[in-house]
């Protein structure tokens, strides 16, 4: 069975410190993983996809295949980086995506 | 181009009653899949459309069904509600075959 485990439901830091949202999966097989966010009042909507290796918003995640992590990281983060961050998974093949729980991210200044 | 849309925004009904959901697809997007997001939780799949047919079930009881149209828009339906059904049911749309999904403003379902 496909399973995402956010660690952390909470998470806070100061504006211009380091962050990292830790994510591990477990699949059997070769997954598609994602970060969605959540701002206040706003949708849920796709921050970054493992596949694309790109970095959006100044946040990066590295998919580590043998420790099946997915871990959001940000340098320095920011205060309008504070949000509820999903991360997700999702089969080869189709379009199902299994989310973990969320990491809500306060980012203080 | 038109983003995901789910009417209503909210809604209160009664347990044993039943209630339709509806969402409009983002333009161009021919797949359809319905979340259930209880409070402090991630969205949970329910189902997926795709020309009009189911393609995909999470572990949802039949009462949980939908509809999709030829417009792509769709509809979840759900019969007998219990309490347990209050939440936030998400759509999101995608084009075939492409995992990245569009997710619409949600409708809060509360069960009383």
């Known amino acids: 069975a496909q399973r995402v485990t956010q660690p952390e439901k909470l998470l806070s830091v100061f504006k211009g410190a380091p962050v990292e949202l830790k994510c591990n999966y477990s699949?059997?097989?070769?997954?598609?993983l994602f970060w969605y966010v959540q701002y206040s009042r706003q949708r849920l909507q796709l921050l970054l996809r493992?596949?694309s290796r790109e970095s959006i918003k100044g946040f990066t995640a590295d998919l580590n295949k043998g420790e099946t992590s997915f871990h959001l990281k940000k340098p320095f983060a920011q205060e309008e980086d504070s949000a509820m961050y999903y991360c997700?998974?999702?089969?080869?093949?189709?379009?199902?995506?299994?989310f973990g729980e969320g990491t809500q991210l306060t980012v203080n200044p | 181009e038109t983003g995901v849309t789910q009417s209503p925004t909210h809604l209160i009904k009664t347990r044993g009653q039943q209630v339709t959901l509806r969402c409009s697809s983002q333009?161009?997007?021919?797949?359809v899949s319905w979340y259930q997001q209880a409070l402090g939780q991630g969205p949970q799949f329910i189902f997926q459309?795709?020309?009009?047919?189911?393609?995909g079930r999470g572990n949802f009881p039949p009462r949980f069904s939908g509809l999709q149209f030829p417009n792509y828009s769709s509809e979840l339906n759900v019969n007998a509600l219990e309490l347990d059904d209050s939440a936030l049911y998400l759509c999101?749309?995608?084009?075939?075959?492409?995992?990245?999904?569009?997710f619409g403003q949600g409708t809060r379902l509360t069960v009383v």
């Open positions: 333009s161009g997007h021919n797949t």
């Open positions: 459309y795709y020309r009009e047919e189911e393609n």
């Open positions: 999101a749309s995608s084009a075939r075959g492409r995992a990245e999904a569009f």
């Open positions: 997700a998974l999702n089969p080869p093949v189709g379009s199902r995506l299994t």
């Open positions: 493992h596949i």
């Open positions: 699949y059997s097989g070769s997954p598609e």
